[in-house]
């Protein structure tokens, strides 16, 4: 008795999990060449703006070293 009341409980714990309804978001494959290219557009966007950010903040150094440069040399 005791050892059908364990297997019972055993199969019990290993079973729910197989039986569990699976998240909307799974199963839904890889995604198509429309999607990674328009993934990789998005990202490499995003890398631009980083960029560009990077060179106006260069910029802006260089003027503020230029200026401290004159007021140096006055």
Request: net charge negative.
């Amino acid at each position: 008795m005791k050892k059908n009341l364990l297997a019972l409980l055993l199969a019990g714990v290993f079973v729910a999990p197989a039986i569990a309804d699976k998240p909307e978001w799974t199963g839904k494959g890889k995604p198509s060449d429309e999607q990674k290219a328009a993934h990789q557009a998005a990202m490499q966007a995003k890398e631009d703006i980083d960029d560009s950010e990077d060179r106006i903040k260069e910029k802006e150094e260089k003027e503020e070293k230029e200026e401290k440069k004159k007021v140096l040399a006055n």
